[in-house]
C-alpha cells in the first residue's frame, strides 16, 4: 500500500475524500488493517479500556502506550500512525516534548493529545520540533471525572462557540489533524468546513474529513458496550471474516454511509 504521510492525509480533504482510522493495539491488527487500505492507525489509550479491562483510560502509562506503540508499528504497512500521549503525560511543555519523543521513537509518526487552548504552547513546541500533533476536542475521555461521566458535548451554544473557538486555537497552534469526538453533527460540520486541517469524527456525524472507531468495538467483541455512534460492521451474513468486516467499514466510509442519523448525534 501506497505509505501514507501528513501531506496525504490533507490532500484527502481538499479532495473531499473521506479518511478512514481504527484502532490497534498489537502487531496482527497493525497488518491486517494497513494491509486493507485503512489511511489511519490510532494507538489510543483506549487500550486502557480493550486491552487492560479498566474502566476509564485515565490508568494507562507512557510504558503501556510505548509497548504498544512498538507493537503496531513492526508491522504496519503503510498507514499513517498515531499514538496517543495518556494521562497527565502532556501536563507540561517539557514532559510533552520527551514523552512525544519516545512515542516517535517507538514509531509513531504522530501524537495526539486531549484538550483545548491550554495545550496551545505544548502543540506549538511540538511543531517546531518537528513532531506532528493531531487535537482532540469534544469528549476527552482522560477527563471522565471533570465532565461527569461519558456525555455528548457542545450541546448548548455557549459550549458549541468554545469547541469552535478551541479547534481554531488548536490549527493555529500547529496541530495536523482533529479528532473530534461525541458532539453534535452540526457542530462538527461547523469546526470541519472553517479549518483547513482535516476532522476525524467519532460520533460527530458524517460531515468530518474522516472517521475513527475502536477496531474491538466494530467488531462488536463487547455485546455489553454499544454506545450510540458504534456499529458493528461484523454482524450481516455477507461478512465472514475481520478483513471483510474492515473493508465494509472502508466502503461505508468512504460513502458517508456510515455514519448515518442512527449513529450520530443532533
Ligand atoms: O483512545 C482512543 O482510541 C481514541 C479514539 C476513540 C478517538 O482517542
Redesign the pocket.
Known amino acids: 500500500m501506497k505509505k501514507q504521510t501528513i501531506h496525504s492525509i490533507q490532500e484527502l480533504k481538499q479532495l473531499d475524500e473521506p479518511i478512514t482510522v481504527l484502532?490497534a493495539y498489537d502487531a496482527s491488527f497493525s497488518k491486517l488493517i494497513s494491509e486493507s487500505g485503512i489511511e489511519i492507525i490510532?494507538v489510543?489509550?483506549?487500550l486502557g479500556m480493550v486491552m487492560q479491562g479498566n474502566q476509564s483510560?485515565v490508568p494507562v502509562s507512557m510504558t503501556n502506550m510505548i509497548y504498544h506503540t512498538k507493537c503496531v508499528a513492526q508491522s504496519n504497512n503503510g498507514s499513517l500512525l498515531i499514538a496517543?500521549l495518556p494521562y497527565m503525560a502532556y501536563a507540561t511543555v517539557e514532559q510533552t516534548l520527551s514523552n512525544s519523543a519516545m512515542l516517535m521513537q517507538a514509531g509513531a509518526n504522530m501524537v495526539k493529545l486531549e484538550g483545548g487552548d491550554w495545550t496551545c504552547p505544548a502543540i506549538e513546541k511540538l511543531t517546531e520540533r518537528g513532531i506532528p500533533v493531531c487535537a482532540?476536542l469534544g469528549l476527552t475521555p482522560q477527563s471522565v471525572d471533570a465532565l461527569g461521566g461519558y456525555k455528548v458535548q457542545g450541546r448548548d451554544s455557549e459550549a458549541a462557540a468554545q469547541i469552535l473557538r478551541d479547534a481554531r486555537a488548536l490549527e493555529n497552534a500547529g496541530a495536523s489533524l482533529l479528532?473530534l469526538?461525541c458532539v453534535p453533527s452540526d457542530l462538527a460540520e461547523k469546526i470541519t468546513k472553517q479549518l483547513t486541517i482535516p476532522t476525524i469524527g467519532?460520533g460527530a456525524g458524517n460531515k468530518t474529513s474522516g472517521q475513527?472507531l475502536?477496531l474491538q468495538d466494530m467488531l462488536g467483541m463487547n455485546p455489553d458496550f454499544k454506545p450510540k455512534f458504534v456499529k458493528n460492521f461484523f454482524d450481516s451474513e455477507k461478512v465472514t471474516s475481520i478483513s471483510a468486516a474492515i473493508l465494509k467499514y472502508i466502503s461505508e466510509v468512504k460513502s458517508r454511509s456510515f455514519p448515518d442519523k442512527e449513529h450520530s448525534f443532533e
Open positions: 484502532t490510532l489510543g489509550d483506549s483510560t496517543d482532540h479528532v469526538e467519532i475513527v475502536v
